[in-house]
Each structure stands twice: as C-alpha cells, then as structure tokens.
C-alpha cells in the first residue's frame, strides 16, 4: 500500500509562493497518476491540479491555471505543487493523492491513497 506525505505548507502573504512536496514511502509511484485537492473550511474538497504517471499530461483547475505548477520527480518518487500569486483564497489543506490507472483525472474517486494534507494559508 502506497502512503503519501505532504510537506511545505505555511503562512505567506498574498502574492507570495510556496512549493508543496509529496513524498512516497511503501512503494514506488512512477506508474501512478498524481494529484492535489484541497479544502477550506466549511467547504466540500475540490480538485486543484493533476499529473499523468509520465508527466507529459497535466491538468489544472481553472482558478490556479497560470498562477500553479504540479510536476514530479519519478526517481525520487516526489510530487510538487509549485504556487505563485498566491491569494487568500487559495487558503486551505492541501492534499496529495495516487491513483494506479496512471492516467492523472480531476474525479477524487479515483484515487486510492492520500496523504494527511498540509495547511496552506495565505494573508490579505
């Protein structure tokens, strides 16, 4: 079983940048389709960006389009989501998750193994 670790998370101003890691223990991931999700509170979990097990195929959610950057590292099984322009609304826990069918996809269904989230939290 795949177990997933996320990492970077923290305070910053609107405007700055973070870059999220997802480190995998227990097996390798360089088959598996990859993503982040997120949730605020009081709000349901929403897809924010994803990566096919190649990383020749990536999709975004509209709102991050241009200002996020999901990308991996297969030897080091690590995923990363790279965040600039950040604003307050991007404020959240923010989670990584595998997926076997490699393909990388928005349907958090899919997805088999998650990892604990890390808390994002951008200042006004």
């Known amino acids: 079983q795949v177990q997933l670790g996320e990492s970077g998370g923290g305070l910053v101003q609107a405007g700055g940048s973070l870059r999220l890691s997802c480190a995998a223990s227990?097996?390798?991931?360089?088959?598996?389709?990859m993503a982040w999700f997120r949730q605020a509170p009081g709000k349901e979990r929403e897809f924010v960006a994803a990566?096919?097990?190649?990383?020749?195929?990536?999709y975004y959610q509209d709102s991050v389009k241009g200002r996020f950057t999901i990308s991996r590292d297969n030897t080091k099984t690590t995923m990363y989501l790279q965040m600039n322009s950040l604003k307050p609304e991007d404020t959240a826990v923010y989670y990584c998750?595998?997926?076997?069918?490699?393909?990388?996809?928005?349907?958090?269904?899919?997805?088999?193994?998650w990892g604990q989230g890390t808390q994002v939290t951008v200042s006004s």
């Open positions: 227990g097996r390798s991931l360089s088959t598996y389709g």
């Open positions: 990566i096919s097990w190649s990383g020749d195929n990536t």
């Open positions: 998750a595998a997926e076997r069918m490699g393909w990388g996809t928005h349907q958090a269904a899919r997805y088999g193994a």
